[in-house]
């Protein structure tokens, strides 16, 4: 069955001078693959994978190009252009995505990134894209459990900490103080589960919780002040606790036991007036 705005695999009828025509399937004519995307000894036969969508004229086309979100996916696009009909995004394909005044949270600006959601709307028949997540993400029925790995996709930064997508599913939020890098919007780490509230909204960490979780929340704050400082710091258990805070934001309790976790693990070597990550 063809799927419009994902790719396909499909059989090659015919080539000409200008395209292949690739067999669509029942209830579809053939698809054009202009000359442009086929790929060096393609035969009539053959199979190809491509990506199927609307052209400028909303004819169904095919193309090698890798878009940057098919429908159902999420990205991280740029809008070039606003007009009458809405704001168009480059998601990587020859023809823009358009995405609907009414399917935009906010209005748009040419220029700047959006995360977009990609559809397919069966009224029109046409792809486009939305900005209001929420119809297409939800808490609702929600398949995660406490100190679970996750995948974590930074949505946006805000006054508590940094609105993520939980295995590109699930709302959560990652507060300030389980952060010890910079990070970015568009950025995907692995995080873990924290808390699921009874309103089912879910606090992760970057860090496993409890006792027996495999990295302390300080040693990897220290981990990542010595790689920020080239892999040294002026900073030793005799430091005074105002310096150890002032540098590292922790007691010099909690400092002592970072650093002596990684010097058992050999991570670092402890000299007269600081500490030094060791060369892998």
């Avoid at 000894?41 to 994978?49: H, V």
Wanted: overall charge negative; charged content about 25%; glycine content about 8%.
């Amino acid at each position: 069955m063809l799927e419009i705005g994902r790719y396909n695999t499909l059989k090659v009828n015919k080539i000409l001078s200008f395209g292949a025509y690739l067999d669509a399937g029942e209830g579809h004519d053939e698809i054009l693959l202009p000359t442009r995307y086929i790929p060096q000894g393609l035969q009539p036969g053959d199979t190809i994978e491509v990506f199927v969508y609307r052209d400028s004229e909303d004819l169904l086309i095919a193309t090698t190009e890798t878009p940057l979100a098919q429908v159902g996916e999420l990205a991280y696009l740029k809008c070039v252009q606003t007009t009458d009909h809405g704001a168009f995004m480059d998601w990587g394909l020859l023809k823009d995505l358009l995405v609907p005044f009414r399917e935009q949270k906010l209005p748009l600006e040419a220029g700047r990134h959006y995360w977009v959601y990609v559809y397919y709307d069966q009224l029109s028949q046409r792809i486009a894209g939305s900005t209001k997540l929420n119809k297409f993400f939800s808490n609702e029925a929600l398949e995660l459990k406490e100190n679970q790995e996750v995948e974590l996709l930074v949505i946006k930064k805000t006054d508590l900490g940094y609105s993520v997508l939980i295995d590109r599913q699930y709302w959560g939020m990652l507060y300030h103080n389980e952060v010890f890098k910079p990070l970015q919007v568009g950025e995907q780490l692995r995080g873990y589960v924290k808390k699921i509230r009874e309103d089912q909204k879910v606090d992760v960490s970057l860090q496993p919780q409890g006792y027996g979780a495999a990295i302390d929340e300080n040693v990897a704050k220290l981990q990542y002040l010595l790689n920020e400082h080239g892999g040294y710091i002026a900073l030793t258990d005799h430091s005074p606790a105002e310096a150890i805070y002032a540098m590292a934001e922790m007691s010099k309790k909690n400092f002592k036991k970072a650093v002596g976790a990684l010097y058992k693990a050999g991570q670092i070597s402890i000299e007269e007036k600081g500490i030094r990550l060791k060369k892998p």
